[in-house]
């Protein structure tokens, strides 16, 4: 999760998550460069008194630049729509759950086991206990098996909400009457916390999200002692 003063992105913790942190980082690269490039000319252009006559009238200037950009175009939009693709596959699933969003917290059914469902509210502040986070704890976490191909069916019963776990490259719309789907695999275990990244009314802030990624054995424990 996120720490105080952080500026940077948190920690991959799914494949989709570590391309995406590869692709800001080589994009971020690119506009370093031109930016870069664009001040020392500016710089150059204010600061020296020697002109070329015809560098703006020439032939192969013009033809630069306008071959370039078109250049560095296709190398953001390529590694761009790979990973596009990517967050849409659906890799044989494990697990399928389904999310709904309240005003205001979140509704999961396991729709691979009878019976299996629960509601998922903020814990108050008044009742955290000792290292518990607040705005983020809930009285019921989303347990799932780490290191397995997980899908996520996410819709709304009232207002636009929007599921988002930043650690998992995870945000979907939940819209009323629209199923949208994702997958999601996380390398390890561990809490991994969201909230809803929809401005959904009054109390929009508190509907946080908390995954608990165990490994297959416990899951299997938990889901027992769930029925």
Request: glycine share 4%; net charge negative.
């Amino acid at each position: 999760m996120a720490y105080p003063f952080q500026l940077g992105f948190q920690d991959a913790t799914s494949p989709i998550m570590e391309e995406l942190l590869s692709f800001h980082d080589h994009a971020l690269m690119i506009v370093f460069l031109i930016s870069s490039l664009v001040l020392y000319i500016i710089s150059l252009m204010l600061t020296t008194k020697l002109t070329h006559t015809s560098t703006m009238d020439a032939q192969e200037v013009e033809t630069i630049w306008t071959i370039l950009p078109a250049i560095i175009l296709i190398m953001i939009a390529l590694p761009s729509l790979r990973i596009l693709y990517m967050m849409d596959e659906i890799n044989n699933p494990s697990v399928t759950i389904k999310t709904l969003g309240h005003q205001w917290y979140w509704s999961y059914e396991y729709t691979d086991y009878e019976d299996l469902m629960f509601d998922s509210y903020m814990i108050p502040t008044s009742e955290l206990s000792p290292g518990q986070l607040r705005l983020l704890e809930v009285d019921n976490r989303v347990v799932l098996p780490a290191e397995l191909t997980i899908r996520m069916l996410i819709s709304s019963e009232d207002v636009l909400h929007s599921w988002a776990v930043p650690s998992l490259g995870l945000k979907t719309d939940a819209i009323p009457g629209r199923l949208n789907q994702t997958t999601l695999l996380a390398t390890r275990p561990g809490l991994y916390y969201g909230q809803c990244s929809e401005i959904c009314g009054s109390n929009h802030s508190f509907m946080p999200i908390v995954l608990e990624m165990v490994p297959l054995k416990c899951f299997e424990k938990w889901s027992s002692s769930m029925l």
